[in-house]
């Protein structure tokens, strides 16, 4: 079995920052993206950023984009969300989700379904 756990999470001013990380566990897991979405309450879960292990290329929403920054290592399945100038619309729980691979699964890393592992999501709150 594989198990996503997320951390980093917690309340911050408007401006602010947090890194968020995730952390799998499994001796055979690898994977070949990992991603992170979020929920706010009353709100559809929304793709924020993605990374594909093969080359280091990253994905952003929108909306997070210039503002988040998506690391991580591939080896270990340890994948970072750095949220700079946080704003109140970004409270949600934050959720990590991981692409084993194995077939191809087209150019939208944007997708709920190309991530077959999830966890159970970090409290992200920004005050104004």
């Known amino acids: 079995q594989v198990q996503l756990v997320e951390s980093g999470g917690g309340l911050v001013q408007a401006g602010g920052s947090l890194r968020l990380s995730c952390a799998a566990s499994?001796?055979?897991?690898?994977?070949?993206?990992m991603g992170w979405f979020r929920q706010a309450p009353g709100k559809e879960r929304e793709f924020v950023a993605a990374i594909r292990w093969n080359d280091g290329r990253t994905y952003y929403a929108d909306s997070v984009k210039g503002r988040f920054t998506i690391s991580g290592d591939n080896a270990k399945n340890t994948v970072y969300l750095l949220m700079n100038s946080l704003k109140p619309e970004d409270t949600a729980v934050y959720y990590c989700?991981?692409?084993?691979?194995?077939?191809?699964?087209?150019?939208?890393?944007?997708?709920?379904?190309?991530?077959?592992?999830w966890g159970q999501g970090t409290q992200v709150t920004v005050s104004s």
């Open positions: 989700a991981a692409d084993p691979g194995g077939n191809y699964r087209g150019p939208l890393f944007s997708r709920e379904t190309r991530y077959d592992y």
């Open positions: 499994g001796r055979t897991f690898s994977s070949y993206a």
